[in-house]
């Protein structure tokens, strides 16, 4: 079956689900990318602002951040021995760094980004709102029973694959809110316990990321009362996630390295709806103009953003049109329509996207935690074969060359961000490994791509 809303070529690998790394042709210098959603570079500021104002609060809420002083933020680390055992080419590898977003407290993912700047933002203007708070005052003063009892008589709710639900549970539920959170149906058990245990609501639904969105909005725009987080839509998510380049910029800088355009930064994330990697790469362009190079990476059955930047006509579109079945491992991926907010903020600033196969992703899950000790969930892998589609591969090539980057590679950085995991309970990595462990035998015996 062939799509006539996509290029031949682009559709028939998506419907065959061989992976693939496809370039994006709307890719702009800085200067050029259309400001078609409004947001630029005071809006990361501003949220930036925003971030340091909660922190007193954040401190709080979350005893676990009163040594990061309420800054909810990840390391940015080698890894070597990762380089080593992914990339045979070690002369061309370039400098490998994990972005350990999977270590992120409160939400265990990615997700605290977004979800906990999105919650505090509405927060804050209940209770101002109500008189409760002016904009000068400390935001401490959200977690006082004035605020609390404001709170408690309204609900936030989410629709969610598991981690973004985990994400807004725990920081609507320790304000004070009534939380619902809405899960499809590749969510995972222990999420969903994890959430009822702080007296979230659970509602689980049969249908994918799409319908349980569809049901949660439904549902919480007949409250008054209730404020729907929409992963489909947001830009306070969006703008969370931003603030991430602010942070990694300082990081490099730390570190001692250089990018410029002799030492070209290559960024791979995992993607779903879209929010957090366009969030974060919108955020990366603007630190670092075209000197970063942003990758998403997707499942080969819910590659839903490569299919809404390749489609010819700007209308949104799902990959059931191209006979996938968003049926994935990786279920902080598994979605089957992309954001548009993201889309249409990003269409200019992606470098590109390319596509894994689930056996993929759990035997670099395996890969990481034999090379690193470090324990991710198999989403959260999704990116790690991101250097060698770029370097070892056609495609990747082509696009060394057109940005006139081929002779620097081994001057480059690659930073794969790792999205999900510190959560997972031991019995669920244990699973892993031993799946991430067979698929990396079965792999090595038939080298395949
Ligand atoms: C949500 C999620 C992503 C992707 O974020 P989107 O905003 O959905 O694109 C990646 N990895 C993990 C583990 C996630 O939970």
């Known amino acids: 079956m062939t799509n006539k809303r996509l290029p031949k070529a682009v559709a028939e690998l998506l419907a065959s689900r061989q992976p693939q790394l496809w370039l994006n042709p709307e890719w702009r210098p800085l200067h050029q990318c259309s400001e078609e959603t409004g947001l630029g570079l005071s809006d990361i500021h501003n949220a930036e ?4 104002q909660f922190a007193t ?3 709080i809420l979350f005893p676990e951040l009163e040594r990061c002083n309420g800054i909810i933020e990840s390391e940015l680390r080698p890894a070597d021995r990762l380089r080593q055992a992914l990339m045979a080419q070690q002369a061309r590898a370039g400098r490998w760094l ?7 407290p409160v939400a265990g993912s990615i997700k605290a980004r977004g979800a906990v700047y999105e919650v505090l933002l509405h927060a804050e203007n209940l209770a101002i709102a109500a008189g409760l708070l002016r904009p000068e005052d400390d935001r401490r003063l959200l977690s006082e029973p004035p605020a609390r009892c404001l709170f408690s008589r309204h609900q936030v709710a989410v629709g969610s694959t598991g981690n973004l639900g985990l994400g807004v549970g725990a920081i609507a539920a320790a304000l004070g809110f009534r939380a619902t959170v809405h899960m499809s149906a590749e969510a995972k058990e ?8 702080r007296g ?11 319908s349980a969105v569809a049901a949660g909005r439904a549902q919480s725009s007949k409250d008054p009362l209730s404020y729907f987080v929409d992963d489909e839509q947001s830009r306070h998510l969006f703008l969370g996630y ?23 930064l290559f960024v791979y994330i995992p993607c779903g709806v879209g929010g957090a990697p366009s969030g974060i790469s919108f955020g990366l362009r603007h630190m670092f103009g075209d000197n970063v190079h942003c990758f998403f990476a997707e499942p080969v059955s819910s590659p839903c953003m490569l299919t809404r930047l390749a489609a010819l006509d700007n209308n949104p579109i799902a990959v059931g049109e191209i006979g996938l079945d968003n049926k994935t491992d990786a279920d902080g991926l598994a979605v089957g329509q992309a954001s548009e907010f993201a889309a249409l903020t990003i269409r200019n600033q992606v470098s590109g996207v390319f596509t894994g196969r689930d056996a993929w992703f759990f035997s670099d899950v395996f890969r990481l935690a034999e090379a690193e000790s470090v324990q991710i969930e198999p989403s959260a892998a999704a990116g790690f074969r991101g250097p060698t589609w770029i370097l070892d591969t056609d495609a990747g090539r082509e696009y060394l060359t057109t940005h006139g980057i081929e002779p620097y590679v081994a001057s480059a950085t690659h930073i794969l961000w790792t999205t999900g995991g510190v959560f997972v309970p031991q019995e669920e990595h244990q699973r892993f490994q031993e799946r991430g462990r067979a698929e990396w035998q079965a792999e090595a015996s038939v080298p395949s791509r």
């Not at 609501?201 to 994918?208: A, K």
């Not at 380049?245 to 002799?262: H, S, Y």
């Open 242 to 264: 931003s603030v991430a380049a602010l942070r990694v910029r300082q990081q490099i800088e730390n570190m001692g390295l250089r990018v410029d355009a002799t030492h070209p």
């Open 98 to 104: 994990l972005k350990c977003d999977h270590e992120l």
């Open 57 to 59: 609060l954040l401190r």
């Open 49 to 52: 602002y925003r971030w340091q």
């Open 200 to 210: 979230v609501e659970v509602i689980e639904h049969e249908g994918d990321f799409g």
């Open 190 to 197: 222990w999420k969903k316990a994890r959430l009822r245990a």
